[in-house]
Nanobody, 121 residues
Framework: QVQLVESGGGLVQAGGSLRLSCAVSGGTFSRYDMSWFRQAPGKEREFVAVINKSSYSTRYADSVKGRFTISKDNAKNTMYLQMNSLKSEDTAVYYC??????????????WGQGTQVTVSS
């Protein structure tokens, strides 16, 4: 019943910026650790960034450190990925994900449908 919907993708020139959004419905947003992954054509899906439920801890893939910033807004039930200094190798479908550990210790994981980011050079 938890639904994640990505938006904000598009076509941008190298060196430009985009901000992706991930809107969450059907659950309690503040319970979730949130993350971004991406998958280029013919490539494996790879980790991009993660933010914990308190927003106090973040982690980034080496390939995006210093260029991308992950954040979330509990009032809007939305996570963001600010992407600056974009490179052609950033071209991929970007997916958001939510993770939650219940009181019993059971782990839950949800995926969005993805949004296309294309960087031209």
């Amino acid at each position: 019943q938890v639904q994640l919907v990505e938006s904000g993708g598009g076509l941008v020139q190298a060196g430009g910026s985009l901000r992706l959004s991930c809107a969450v419905s059907g659950g309690t947003f503040s319970r979730y650790d949130m993350s971004w992954f991406r998958q280029a054509p013919g490539k494996e899906r790879e980790f991009v960034a993660v933010i914990n439920k308190s927003s106090y801890s973040t982690r980034y893939a080496d390939s995006v450190k210093g260029r991308f910033t992950i954040s979330k807004d509990n009032a809007k039930n939305t996570m963001y990925l600010q992407m600056n200094s974009l490179k052609s190798e950033d071209t991929a479908v970007y997916y958001c994900a939510a993770d939650w550990v219940g009181g019993s210790g059971r782990k839950y994981h949800y995926w969005g449908q993805g949004t296309q980011v294309t960087v031209s050079s």
